[in-house]
């Protein structure tokens, strides 16, 4: 029995007769519009996501199988909380908490069970997102307790190239005053031999 493997990327729920799926099926000679809706009915909960599925066509029967891969983790997780992006200081900013409930859709979604393991890989990746599972909404006062922290670093970054810079201009007035303090040296040694001098 030959098969053929068509793999295209769709938005989750919206796949169409159009390409890229359309022109790849249509040599094969199989019921566009069911791949279409089988396709729709596999990703709905994936929407407004771009899905890779693989369309897999025995060519003698025209009769096809639907294999549905996942976004990454990171991917559902910014769906699931309606985020752009992930902490750029995860464990320091926190942008976002999933609960438990929203863990275990995320690890179906992505492995098709939510067994403890594939709920581990959920909250590892929600970690370094920084995203807390279970621990409430980022509250106001959190926002701003992380905003004064970047101030204060951001002022201890400006006052140490200043620190750096006294640093560099000691050794310049030490030689300066190094300068400054051998003439007279010289002018007590020259007093000091005049001396000796008249002695002999």
Avoid at 3 to 12: D, Y
Avoid at 89 to 117: C, M, N, P, W, Y
Wanted: proline share 6%; net charge negative; aromatic share 2%.
């Amino acid at each position: 029995m030959a098969k053929q493997t068509i793999e295209a990327m769709v938005e989750g729920g919206k796949a169409s007769a159009g390409p890229p799926l359309g022109p790849a099926l249509g040599p094969l000679k199989v019921n566009i519009p069911d791949v279409v809706t089988e396709i729709n009915k596999k990703t709905k909960d994936l929407a407004g996501m771009k899905v890779p599925v693989k369309v897999i066509v025995d060519t003698e029967t025209h009769k096809f199988e639907i294999e549905v891969g996942s976004p990454p983790i990171a991917a559902l997780v910014k769906k699931e909380l309606s985020l752009d992006k992930g902490s750029e200081e995860a464990g320091k900013k926190r942008v976002g908490d999933l609960t438990e409930e929203q863990t275990k859709k995320i690890a179906r979604q992505k492995f098709g069970s939510d067994a403890e393991s594939f709920l581990n890989q959920v909250k590892g990746t929600c970690r370094s997102m920084g995203i807390t599972i279970g621990e409430g909404a980022v509250t106001e006062e959190e926002i701003q307790r992380y905003e004064e922290m970047k101030r204060a670093e951001e002022e201890a970054k400006a006052e140490a190239p200043a620190e750096e810079e006294a640093k560099e201009e000691k050794p310049e007035e030490a030689e300066e005053e190094a300068k400054e303090e051998k003439p007279e040296e010289e002018a007590e040694k020259s007093k000091e031999e005049k001396k000796e001098e008249k002695k002999t």
